[in-house]
């Protein structure tokens, strides 16, 4: 079984706005189903080949992507995503170049998030028993500081424990979304359950 792929730190504003680009993003999305060529992507997303080959270099280059085996067929370049594991300095540690990036790649993966939810809602009647694998918790804890880091390690743990490669993923496997999310509720507010 291989290993999930190491903590990388991200401190660099120019690696993060490569990830917030929004053809960008778009050409993960797509990647996700498996390895594609600049071509096959242009037209999956309605662009033409010499602008995804260029954002897929892009990506490249900062280690979001990699060349990978694809059918023989000429000189084509076949892409994948590479597997990452991004960690982001505290926010009081981030420049505020930094701090923009990362405000907006979160704004930008919660709004997914939330769109991904809602058409899993639209469909989920015609999922068969899959459409019962939504484990909901919602909870409010009180930690010390020290404790949120080792309660995140925690969830990492576990995260890391269940990972597998593409080569692992058995045939009845399913992707799900697993997000995790907590923050410090403001003195104003009351802890919700």
């Known amino acids: 079984m291989s290993s999930p792929p190491e903590p990388e730190q991200v401190d660099d504003p120019a690696k993060l706005k ?4 929004p053809r960008r993003l778009r050409i993960l999305n797509e990647l996700r189903h498996g390895p594609a060529t600049a071509t096959r992507l242009a037209r999956a997303l309605g662009e033409n080949s010499g602008a995804t080959s260029y954002h897929l ?8 992507v990699e060349e990978t085996e694809g059918p023989a ?9 590479r597997p990452h594991d ?8 981030q420049s505020p ?13 919660f709004q997914a998030d939330l769109d991904l939810f809602a058409r899993f809602q639209q469909q989920r009647e015609s999922m068969g028993d899959w459409g019962d694998a939504l484990p909901f918790s919602r909870g409010t804890l009180h930690l010390t500081r020290d404790e949120v880091g080792r309660f995140f390690e925690d969830y990492l743990a576990l995260l890391r424990r269940y990972w ?23 003195e104003t507010e009351e802890p919700v359950e």
């Open 97 to 109: 170049a930094l701090r923009a990036q990362v405000d907006e790649f979160g704004r930008q993966k």
């Open 86 to 93: 991004l960690r982001f300095p505290p926010r009081s540690e």
């Open 73 to 81: 067929r000429g000189r084509e370049r076949w892409w994948r995503i």
């Open 164 to 186: 597998r490669s593409a080569e692992e993923i058995p045939p009845e496997a399913r992707a799900l979304a697993v997000r995790f999310v907590t923050f410090p509720i403001p």
């Open 57 to 64: 270099r892009r990506l490249a280059e900062h280690g979001y």
């Open 18 to 21: 490569a990830l917030t680009h």
